[in-house]
């Protein structure tokens, strides 16, 4: 936090609106099937519970994901999440779908993805962000690269970069330790 440089620091003040693509950012991106051929992927708490402090300041989240998963769903309705993009394939199709119902500046926006797909949507917004494990092709672009990988703290690791940013995070950590 000590050496990140002003114009990061810059941007991470201005969001507003957190996308997050699913597979390897909310998860680990591994997929787990049953012998019915139905998907189970796994969450982590800590990453959610980072979501939900962003949202109690302010700061909206959307997922946008290509694939399509009733897990996903699940997850999202406990986050309280109401911007859940799926099978969008196009990514940048899904942008326009999030802007159309939050008008947001794309200085306002973040987006997380680590696959070459989620390349156009980093392009984009005022906030490109990656995990540990993301593609080089996507590291080498983005203004933030987190320390955890992808469904192992991530999530929160931005969360909590953003919050700090916006001095909300003194607030939020004071109501847990009086
Ligand atoms: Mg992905």
Redesign the pocket.
């Known amino acids: 936090m000590l050496e990140m440089d002003e114009r990061l620091k810059e941007k991470l003040k201005k969001i507003r609106l957190v996308i997050f ?5 909310l998860t680990d ?1 591994r997929i787990i099937y049953n012998d019915e051929g139905q998907e189970t992927k796994v969450f982590d708490v800590r990453d959610g519970h980072g979501i939900k402090l962003m949202a109690r300041a302010g700061i909206e989240s959307a997922i946008l994901t290509a694939r399509e998963s009733k897990t996903v769903e699940h997850r999202a309705a406990n986050l309280g999440i109401e911007l859940v993009f799926q099978s969008m394939k196009d990514k940048l199709a899904g942008l326009e779908e999030i802007l159309k119902l939050r008008p947001f500046k794309l200085e306002e926006i973040a987006y997380m ?3 070459i ?2 390349l156009p949507v980093l392009k984009r917004v005022g906030l490109a962000v990656t995990v540990a494990d993301g593609v080089d092709e996507v590291k080498e672009m983005a203004d933030y690269i987190t320390s955890r990988p992808g469904g192992r703290g991530a999530v929160r690791e931005l969360a909590e970069l953003i919050l700090k940013s916006q001095s909300k995070w003194d607030e939020i950590l004071s109501r847990y330790l009086s």
């Open positions: 693509d699913c597979d390897g950012v991106g993805g680590d696959d797909i989620d």
